[in-house]
């Protein structure tokens, strides 16, 4: 398959690069998962509709990609993976996701994964870096499916509308050569 192309997961799910079209579901997603409160960094969505709209022009690059999972023409969950600006860091990319409540559970993580460790090896991405919340189990055995191993903990890190939340910094190295983890 090509860059970026449409991806089949299993009854009738399929993931692919985000498209403008993309953008009022988008965010009624991530207003949804944001009002949970529990599972993602935001409790208000940052952006309008015409915003994601213009981001999602070019949602493959070698630069970033942002992925849909959508089930019956619905989204369904949603990934971005953004590569480093710095010289001295442009071979690591940051990773975060979040998946409808409905849909946590039945492998929707699982294909978004796949499609953004796809895209990190394309662009020639070492090291995969997130951080999850320690209360997120479901999310930290998924990356741990993945390779990824924690590097570390933020105490206090965010500052939530019902207190404090700190952050477990996970990381996968997809790089063979020196830099690797010992």
């Not at 398959?1 to 991530?30: H, N, W």
């Amino acid at each position: 398959m090509a860059e970026g192309a449409e991806r089949s997961i299993s009854r009738g799910v399929i993931v692919r690069p985000a498209k403008p079209t993309d953008a009022a579901g988008f965010v009624d997603l991530y207003r949804a998962v944001a009002s949970e409160r529990r599972w993602i960094q935001t409790e208000v969505v940052p952006l309008g509709e015409r915003d994601y709209r213009r981001r999602f022009r070019n949602s493959w690059t070698t630069r970033e990609a942002t992925l849909m999972a959508l089930a019956d023409g619905r989204l369904i969950g949603s990934l971005s993976i953004n590569r480093e600006d710095r010289p001295a860091t442009r071979h690591v990319a940051t990773l975060g996701m979040f998946v409808a409540a409905s849909w946590r559970g039945r492998g929707v993580g699982t294909a978004l994964m796949t499609e953004a460790m796809r895209w990190g090896r394309l662009h020639g991405i070492e090291k995969i870096e997130l951080s999850v919340y320690p209360h997120n189990g479901a999310a930290k055995a998924l990356y741990r499916k993945f390779g990824f191993d924690e590097e570390g903990r933020l105490v206090r890190h965010e500052k939530k509308s019902y207190g404090y939340e700190d952050e477990i910094l996970m990381a996968v190295w997809l790089g063979d050569g020196d830099g690797g983890p010992a």
